[in-house]
C-alpha cells in the first residue's frame, strides 16, 4: 500500500515556458504532499508543503510565483515551473502522507521527475 | 542550517562485507528516518527511530540513535551488490513545523561483487 505515483518521469522543454508535474496517491487519500527538488549528486531540499484545499507554504528562498503548487484533492498534487529557465533544470520529488499536521512525517514519495530545461 | 549530515560522502566495499553510514543532526527531532535511493529514482523507507528509541532492526538493517551526541547510524550487514545506492537519512524536528523531513547530504554505498 502507500503508492505514490509522479507525471511524467522525465521531461524536456525550451526555456520560457512552463511545465506542469502531477504527483498522486494511488491508494491512499493525502491529506499533506511534499515537493522536494535534488540536484546531481545532492540531497532532497524541501521547497513547499501544501494541504487539500489551501495555498502551499512554501520554503524560504523559493519563489512561489515560479513554482506554483495546487492540491485541489486528496489524491492530487501539482507542481507548475512557470518561465522555465536551465537552471530550473532538477530532480523534482513529491510525498505524501495520510496523516495531518505533525504526524505527516510518515510520507510516501513518488520516483521523481526529471526535468530539463534547455 | 544543515541538519542531518551523513559520513562518509561515499563507502565502497565488497559484497558480504558490513556498511556503516552515520547520521549527525543539530537540533531535537521527534524521530529520525533511513532511506535508501537508487540512481535517478525516488526514495524507498528503510526504517524510522522514534527519539525515544536507541535500537531498531528490520532485516538485514540496524540502526541506533544517540540523542545525546545527536546522531544516528545504519549498518547494512552481509551487504549484497543490490544494496549499492545512496543512503539518506531524514528528521523531524519537534516543536514548530515538526512534519518537515530535513535531509542529510547522503551516502554513496557501492557494493562490489
Known amino acids: 500500500g502507500a503508492v505514490v505515483s509522479q507525471h511524467p518521469s522525465r521531461v524536456i522543454c525550451k526555456s520560457g515556458t512552463s511545465v506542469k508535474i502531477e504527483c498522486r496517491s494511488l491508494?491512499?487519500?493525502?491529506?499533506?504532499m511534499f515537493w522536494y527538488r535534488q540536484f546531481p549528486k545532492q540531497s532532497l531540499m524541501l521547497m513547499a508543503t501544501s494541504n487539500e484545499g489551501s495555498k502551499a507554504t512554501y520554503e524560504q528562498g523559493v519563489e512561489k510565483d515560479k513554482f506554483l503548487i495546487n492540491h485541489a484533492s486528496l489524491t492530487l498534487s501539482t507542481l507548475t515551473v512557470t518561465s522555465a529557465h536551465p537552471e530550473d533544470s532538477s530532480f523534482y520529488i513529491c510525498?505524501?502522507?495520510?496523516?495531518?499536521?505533525?504526524?505527516?512525517?510518515?510520507?510516501?514519495f513518488g520516483p521523481g521527475t526529471r526535468l530539463t530545461v534547455t | 542550517s544543515q541538519q542531518g549530515e551523513e559520513d562518509p560522502q561515499a563507502l565502497s566495499i565488497q559484497e558480504g562485507e558490513n556498511a556503516t553510514m552515520n547520521c549527525s543532526y543539530k537540533?531535537?527531532?521527534?524521530?529520525l528516518q533511513w532511506y535508501r535511493q537508487n540512481s535517478g529514482r525516488g526514495l524507498v523507507h528503510l526504517i524510522l527511530?522514534?527519539?525515544?528509541?536507541r535500537e531498531k532492526h528490520s532485516g538485514r538493517l540496524r540502526v541506533t540513535l544517540d540523542t545525546s551526541k545527536k546522531s544516528s547510524s545504519l549498518l547494512i550487514t552481509a551487504s549484497r551488490a543490490a544494496d549499492t545506492a545512496s543512503y539518506f537519512c531524514?528528521?523531524?524536528?519537534?516543536?514548530?513545523?515538526?512534519?518537515?523531513?530535513?535531509f542529510g547530504k547522503g551516502t554513496l554505498l557501492t557494493v562490489n561483487p
Open positions: 510525498s505524501a502522507s495520510a496523516l495531518p499536521g505533525v504526524q505527516a512525517y510518515e510520507q510516501y
Open positions: 531524514a528528521t523531524d524536528a519537534s516543536g514548530g513545523s515538526n512534519y518537515k523531513l530535513t
Open positions: 537540533t531535537s527531532i521527534n524521530n
Open positions: 491508494d491512499f487519500q493525502a491529506t499533506t
Open positions: 527511530i522514534r527519539s525515544n528509541e
